[in-house]
């Protein structure tokens, strides 16, 4: 049996990189996906792909987050599973990083996590039950060199995931966190690395090397792990923190 059959589930930042692999798995796990993203173009292609919702939003805004929400219940009646995906990471240190960039960090990775939470929570409570799963960072378990917005967003998500999950144990709301190390996404290809052809980019070699399992992880394996969190299979795990780094924080 499928299992999230017939479930519906939020993907932010759907379109891309790890939020559109959990949108392929969780597709073919019998899920209703809704997805949304910035770019109208790619996220109705892709929506097309698995006959799931496309939504165009920018998280950074309160009624884009509202909107998505309301449209969901509008077309499914429900919402079971929230992914927080959506993501940005900027570079910097303490005196580097600039007024905006701190500002959208925390727009993107912390205020829309909550608020995209605070509005499925009463679908959840009413059901008596749902799962939210916040894409944290193995960078919010330990710090990074040039990442200060970043690492601090993604450490407030750790806090966050297990406040909430205490918050609503009781109503039948469970609230993880995947915490991914590196991870192929297509972006990486407009940075200099990348795979090709079955070769490996020399930048991309010494990242691979630098992590005790000799290599970052692909989109599928950090899907998998978020699955987990959205099934049955997590039905006595709430508030944990679930860590698929290739043993970068084991260090």
């Known amino acids: 049996m499928k299992k999230l059959k017939d479930r519906v589930a939020i993907i932010t930042g759907g379109t891309s990189g790890i939020g559109w692999g959990v949108a392929r798995l969780f597709s073919a796990e019998g899920a209703r996906v809704v997805i949304t993203g ?22 950074r805004r309160q009624e ?10 509008a077309v499914y009646g429900r919402v079971d599973i929230l992914f927080n995906n959506a993501g940005v990471v900027l570079e910097g240190t303490a005196e580097t990083t600039s007024e905006a960039d701190w500002q959208e960090t925390l727009d993107i990775n912390v205020t829309a996590v909550w608020r995209m939470s605070r509005l499925v929570i009463p679908f959840f409570r009413r059901q008596g039950k749902g799962v939210i799963i916040n894409n944290a960072s193995d960078w919010g378990l330990v710090g990074a060199s040039n990442a200060l917005a970043y690492c601090t967003s993604k450490g407030a998500v750790v806090q966050m995931t297990r406040a909430m999950a205490l918050d609503h144990a009781r109503q039948g709301i469970r609230v993880n966190a995947v915490c991914p190390g590196d991870t192929f996404v297509e972006r990486w290809s407009k940075d ?24 970052v992880a692909e989109v599928d394996e ?16 709430t508030g944990s923190m679930l860590v698929v780094d290739g043993g970068n924080t084991a260090r």
Do not use: K, M, W
């Not at 097309?48 to 998280?59: K, S």
């Not at 049955?232 to 795990?237: M, Q």
């Open 38 to 59: 910035r770019r109208p173009g790619l996220g109705h292609s892709n929506a097309a792909q698995i006959e799931a919702l496309y939504i165009q939003a920018d998280h």
């Open 64 to 73: 884009d987050c509202i909107r998505c929400v309301e449209q969901t219940a």
């Open 192 to 215: 200099g690395y990348y795979r090709s052809s079955g070769a490996v980019d020399p930048a991309q070699a010494r990242l691979d090397e630098n992590l005790p399992l000799g290599r």
């Open 222 to 237: 950090i899907a998998r792990a978020v699955l987990f969190l959205a099934s049955d299979d997590s039905s006595y795990l």
